[in-house]
């Protein structure tokens, strides 16, 4: 490229034009807003004329993935015909090289007759869309992806309907969606019904007389939350024993992070007086013994809880997987992400992956316990059967609702048994530990998505952040924050100044809100999830679902990070609040950067992926507290469409 911004491509013709210029060859381009783009291609034959056509597309898709718009860029073809059946033809502008390549080959569909919300800061809406072979070709004006209309290109009138981009979480736990679909819900309103500990009982009884607990062998739910319901308390074995004294029980948190089980469960497990607690973990006692009361806290749940809801058998985790899709699909994700995969959820996953296929994209981050896939070929940004391995998962500290989040600061109302000094403690209490790990990810450029909750987990992380990145540089690893409820303002800034994305989790304030509130007290709760500060310190910044802490609802997620109201309608932080555009990009665009995929994802621009979802209403324009009435009406990855309201 020389100064005039020119840039010249010469192909020799005699050889097939795919062979010569491929979307590698043309990466290798540079070209920015305001540069021109002269090509001159020799063609030695009329049957030239059509591949020409092709490179006419595969420059104008590569251009407007460089963000560089062929719209605003005066652009010239020139093709010098020669005696003896050279071609000649001559394109003064794109519009004109659209319109010849569109009648070559037509688009496949086009979507139309709806707001068409595309997350694109130069166009930001428009009246049409055009897709073919996977891809968009056209966005525009319903005049404008008129020429791309032909005898097989199928209409899609929206009927005021609003197209958007397909969602991506922040975070999520895909592989569990299935528990969440298919176990008892145990969440209270408005997601479930669960408001007492008799509730829960309910619950669990009657999925203990279903078909699906010899898929697993326990009877199990999931999303009691002690600070709704009205005992104010966890249930108990005693509580769990009212279910089944024959077979296991197993109740999760809604934070993912405790667990309470039946006698017959804890027989199962090994846990009795004679246990000790496991490092980063606690077994809950009865009053004045060392039996346990069933309630299990961090690392003495989580890795049993992994075995006891894990399948039995292939077909049970195919079944598992595939309702869990489901959900996924009928809540708009087009692209998923299990969030801390250990090997076996790794390999049910890359299972399924190889021999059935996704039909929405999964990337997972795999536990730093066990990082052999990320040394297998599962470590991809491309996916294979809709998978991948993106990076590593670290987890730092617990949940702020269950009090297990590491602070520096005590908790105002502590949990029982604990004193007035407490203040949650660490998952890796060996600061060496953490610093090692977070090297190691660096030294082999694996992407970190670690878990902090708490002022205290999050010194830990950027004090391993900063050895290892002045050790091996930051060189665009995009190492994330998961969480951060109590993250401090000097934290983020040290964040920044780190290149490090900030994916918040502000449906906290709307379910834990108040209770937030009552633990670490009014003033600090108005702080949690601070979308607004990390963003305005020019942190990159994704919101999340955590499901299945939550119902993957990222319609609520929106909604939340908007309003950031409480159950109780009380705001949580107005400062905190993000626009309904921001909010938006938040679950689309921004996230698709985080997973290095906004190239191809995240908005509606020419030359990225199909990926859209149908909305009953534009979250745009709707009245912001009415943002979580909208429902998902239809979800479309690549052009297919995979799920459809009924």
Wanted: include cysteine; glycine fraction near 8%; hydrophobic fraction near 40%.
């Amino acid at each position: 490229m020389g100064s005039s911004g020119f840039v010249d491509i010469k192909l020799d013709m005699g050889v097939p034009l795919l062979a010569t210029i491929t979307r590698k060859s043309l990466s290798t381009l540079k070209l920015h807003p305001g540069q021109r783009v002269h090509a001159q291609i020799k063609a030695v034959a009329l049957g030239s004329y059509l591949e020409n056509l092709v490179l006419s597309r595969l420059l104008i898709s590569h251009f407007d993935r460089r963000r560089a718009r062929m719209q605003t860029l005066p652009v010239k073809f020139i093709m010098l015909a020669i005696v003896g059946g050279i071609a000649l033809f001559s394109c003064s502008t794109q519009n004109e090289i659209a319109k010849v390549s569109a009648q070559s080959e037509a688009a496949d569909v086009i979507y139309s007759s709806g707001p068409i919300v595309t997350v694109d800061a130069v166009n930001p809406t428009a009246e049409a869309v055009a897709i073919r072979d996977r891809l968009i070709v056209a966005v525009g004006t319903v005049d404008e992806i008129d020429k791309y209309r032909g005898n097989a290109t199928v209409d899609i009138d929206l009927l005021g309907r609003t197209l958007a981009p397909g969602f991506i979480d922040g975070h999520a736990h895909f592989a569990q969606f299935g528990t969440q679909a298919i176990g008892a819900n145990l969440l209270a309103s408005p997601d479930g019904h669960v408001e007492t500990i008799d509730d829960l009982v309910a619950q669990l009884k009657e999925f203990a007389e279903g078909p699906n607990v010899a898929r697993t062998g326990w009877v199990f739910g999931t999303g009691y939350d002690d600070s709704i319901i009205e005992e104010g308390r966890h249930p108990t074995r005693d509580d769990l024993d009212r279910v089944s004294t024959d077979l296991p029980v197993i109740a999760v948190h809604i934070s993912g992070h405790f667990s309470a089980m039946n006698s017959k469960g804890l027989e199962l497990v090994g846990y009795d007086e004679t246990s000790q607690d496991p490092p980063g973990g606690i077994i809950r006692r009865r009053p004045g013994t060392a039996e346990p009361n069933g309630v299990l806290e961090e690392l003495a749940s989580i890795p049993i809880m992994f075995k006891a809801l894990t399948p039995k058998t292939a077909e049970d985790g195919r079944y598992f997987l595939e309702r869990g899709m489901e959900l996924a699909k009928s809540f708009g994700y087009t692209t998923a992400q299990e969030g801390r995969a250990v090997g076996t959820t790794h390999q049910l996953l890359a299972n399924y992956a190889e021999n059935i296929g996704f039909d929405i994209d999964v990337v997972s981050y795999i536990d730093y316990s066990d990082t052999a896939p990320l040394e297998s070929k599962w470590y991809s940004r491309e996916y294979r059967g809709g998978y991948r391995v993106g990076g590593l998962k670290i987890t730092l500290d617990g949940s702020p609702q269950g009090r297990t989040a590491w602070r520096t600061q005590p908790y105002l109302l502590p949990p029982d048994g604990q004193n007035t000094d407490y203040r949650g403690y660490p998952a890796i209490p060996d600061d060496q530990t953490v610093i090692d790990v977070v090297d190691t990810a660096h030294a082999n450029n694996w992407q970190v998505l670690a878990h902090a909750n708490g002022d205290a987990a999050v010194d830990q992380l950027l004090k391993a952040m900063l050895a290892a990145q002045e050790k091996h540089g930051s060189a665009g690893r995009r190492n994330t924050l998961v969480h951060g409820q109590y993250v401090r303002p000097d934290q983020l800034v040290s964040m920044a100044k780190l290149d490090m994305t900030a994916s918040l989790f502000p449906l906290h304030t709307f379910y834990w809100g108040d209770w937030h509130s009552e633990i670490i007290g009014d003033n600090l709760a108005q702080s949690i999830s601070p979308t607004r500060t990390a963003l305005d310190l020019g942190l990159r910044v994704t919101s999340h679902s955590d499901a299945p802490v939550a119902l993957p609802n990222l319609m609520q997620v929106m909604w939340a990070t908007v309003n950031r109201a409480s159950r109780s309608g009380k705001v949580i932080g107005k400062d905190e609040r993000l626009t309904p555009e921001e909010a938006l990009k938040a679950i689309t665009l921004w996230a698709a950067h985080q997973h290095f995929e906004e190239d191809v994802k995240g908005s509606i621009e020419v030359g990225k992926l199909a990926d859209f979802v149908i909305l009953s209403d534009n979250p745009l324009s709707i009245e912001p507290e009415r943002i979580n009435e909208i429902v998902v009406e239809e979800t479309i990855k690549a052009g297919r469409t995979v799920w459809r309201r009924q």
